[in-house]
């Protein structure tokens, strides 16, 4: 079906592809569809849900119908094929409603760019040209992106010239030219400036508050094999634009009548692209069926190329006079005041019934049936007004244009050309002037002078207003297709009208018409206006669902970029993780740390190895590494009283030389992270947080200095990595700490809980803690991560300290009581529901959730509070998560749960297992029996104090 000549394509070099399994040709300037209709394909999808051949309906992204599977070289599932560029090798399939993803890791990179500009321009046909000349050559930047590979927008798919009335004194003279060629000029004129940046194939999908909006550029290997590898597949720009002219054009729209899916059914515009911009003919012998004028350019192009046109019909009483004169000249029939009441065939169209329009909106009767293999429709034409919507527009139904248009602009933003609905192109390329000079002077801020005339098409004809026209009224809506992607019919429509919806939003779901991956570009306000039709009242009542980014599919590789893999997440490790490995640990995820977990021997279980660690800690001495903890310096006159602010206890009381232990809680008074507070000078503090929590801290206590108090002078600074930590604990430690540090006054009395001291530990500068989260006597040595690995090396090289791990922490720490924060905690949790009423000081004037705990809810007896529970039989560990309940027999459900178990071990120390739980009414609780499901019985536990070794305390001091 390739024409003879003609054509924006290579037809000097030939491309071979594969289609379905069998090889065509094409070439390059094709696309994948543009190159099946040149060799006869004209089913290339079926359709989802019904199993309808379906075929290729427009000539861009807003192709409902001919979405494929591109196999080689690499899968890409869902492609229009409309948007498909033809390259050598490309292997592709049609899909049967959905598409598979690769089941290989794609090799090819992924990128993204930040770019700002004075005036971003979006769409490169005759308005986005202009308005990017009127803008450039001034010192603005300016940038200039459309989604196809070559400029020119709609004047690819035409046969019209431009002129230009005067020479331009910054970028030349021009001249008469096809409209294709004077795109081409223009566009190299615009690239060739410095500030001018011209980015063809780069989709803007996204529009975001402060004229924030965000691209995909398609590189020109975009899937093509012979990619350099230095060269990412696809960028994402993220583009901050002082002012943004939307000139993203119009798209054709359907009318809904019988059989309207079947291939060769075919927008009437996209058709005369496929003439003249591939120089293919989509058919031998077409109906065209309009109810505009625009209709009758695609026809006699069409006509002019070689296809023979059996008629024009046309829903209105008569065309444009000029169009009429075109077809008589043509020798065309033009049906006036006729519908098309069907499209016939068996998996093509063949034939199409004719009938006379019946403005009464009673069913058309087919009288005439007309052989074609090529139906063309125009039901009117939508502006783009995706992105303006995006922007926060309003749009607005205009009734003579029987389409929605923008409105007011909530941003720095206007549309121009048809995507504001204006239709001709000499009013295209003089609006688009005119918005590209009003953005550059807001850009500059100060009135410019215009440079020169705007360009206009050399020959226009008078265009006679079209019809609002959507609907072919029938007896039978079951093939009257509004969203063929999706298999939805006027009949479902009305189904969902006649089921008492009204909302067209509401509709959408029910019916999913606009859900598939054109999200309704083509079909959405053809579906609104179904819907008004069937409720009787305007369509500009019904309106259009939202319009929302993105504008067209995005790989979920190009918004991942270069973080992919291990860069996704990145791996943490401390100074002393080569210590771990080489002796054998086995480690723990925690947040993006590896964390020791325990330290298997030969022929030990991880239950042996955490009771020998544990053994270890409580009745000798135990070393861990601590590093992982986040640590913050705070630092600055109001340092103290930020701290007061954000921790639940007092902190400004703290003496230099000491340190604290302190809860953060939320507005809402729950726990948020929890840590020690050590003071390193009357301005000058170190926290410690979580391990997993250590970014939120910090960016909580960013979010208060800048937001609600940046009255306070206060530098908060991440220094977690920059310190290495060492956990030297059990009743043996203050030994070995006297024999590494041996300037360090160590006696219980020199050195008391909850202090710090300064010293060298193995010859290294060291800050030394005297803190303890397992109740035994214990220091935490913090030196540089430098040293970290010489201080553990030396510890272990005492031969007295076994290396213990998280897991034996955990067993340590329960055992007193001590809560983990976002194990024992969830977020509904008071640091009085823990036991801590203690750490909430009734004294400060205010804290961060102080208001909360006079709320009647944080007060309730009956809160889930922290208990410990010893199952009545000591071997028997419970499930971490389990519920409790009152009675021994299953109850009904639902299960009145009491609680849950948030810690559960074995251990060493108390020789039998035991857990923590929250439990309704907590405390008050104590020597009760509950019951917790474990392997499907229910077993008797006994409710008991969250403390449950050395509840005095007695240990702490060795
Ligand atoms: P255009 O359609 O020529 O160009 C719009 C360009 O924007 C296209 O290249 C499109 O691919 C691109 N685009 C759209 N959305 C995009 C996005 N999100 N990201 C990147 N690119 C995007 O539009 P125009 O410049 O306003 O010119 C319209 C032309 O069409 C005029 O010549 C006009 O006469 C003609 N037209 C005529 C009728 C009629 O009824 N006779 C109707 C509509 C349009």
Known sequence: MRRESGGRIDRGTTLRFIFDGTEYTGHPGDTLASALLANGVRQVATSVKLGRPRGIVSAGGEEPSAVVQIEAPFPEPMLPATTVELYEGL????IPGQGRLATEPDPARYDAVHAHCDVLVVGAGPAGLAAARAAAGTGARVILADERSEPGGSLLGTRESVTEPEADDVLGPQEVSPGAEWAAATAAML???????????TTVIGYYDDNYVVAVERRT????AAAPADVARERVWR??????VLATGAHERSIAFAGNDLPGVMLAGSARAYANRYGVLPGRRAVVFTANDSAYAAAFDLADAGVEIAAIVDVRPAPGAAWAAGARERGIEVLAGHVVTAAQGDGQVCAVLVGRHRPDGEAAVGERELAA????????????????SQSGGTLRYDEGLGTLVPDASRQAVEAAGAAKGVFTLTGCLADGAAAGHRALEAAHGTAVAERAAPPRATVEPATAPGAAFWLVPATDYRTHFVDPQRDVTVADVLKATGAGLRSVEHIKRYTTAGTAHDQGKTSGLLTTAIVAHALGVSVGEVGSTTFRAPYAPVSFAALAGRDRGLLHDPVRVTALHEWHVANGALFENVGQWKRPWYYPRAGEDMEAAVLRECAAARESVAAMDASTLGKIDVIGPDAAEFLDRLYTNLMSSLAVGAVRYGVMCRPDGMVFDDGTVIRLA???FLVTTTTGNAAAVLDWMEEWLQTEWPELRVHCTSVTEQWATVALVGPRSREVLAGLA??????AADFPFMTWRETEVAGIPARVCRISFSGELAYEINVTSWDGLRLWTAIMDTGLVTPYGTETMHVLRAEKGYPIVGQDTDGTVTPQDLGMSWVVSKKKPDFIGKRSFSRADTSRADRKQLVGLLPEDPAVLLPEGAHLVAGAEPPEPPVPTLGHVTSSYRSAALGRTFALALVRGGPSRAGERLYAPVGGALVPVTVTSHVLYDPEGARRDG
């Open 682 to 684: 009357e301005e000058h």
């Open 191 to 201: 690239d060739g400036l410095p500030e001018v940046r011209v980015l063809p194939r």
């Open 742 to 747: 041996p300037d360090l006054a160590v006696g």
């Open 221 to 224: 290997n975009h899937l093509g």
């Open 239 to 244: 583009i901050r634009a002082k002012r943004v």
């Open 373 to 388: 293999d090529l139906l063309l429709v125009s039901g009117g034409w939508n502006p783009v007004v995706h992105l303006f």
């Open 91 to 94: 292997v592709a399939s049609s």
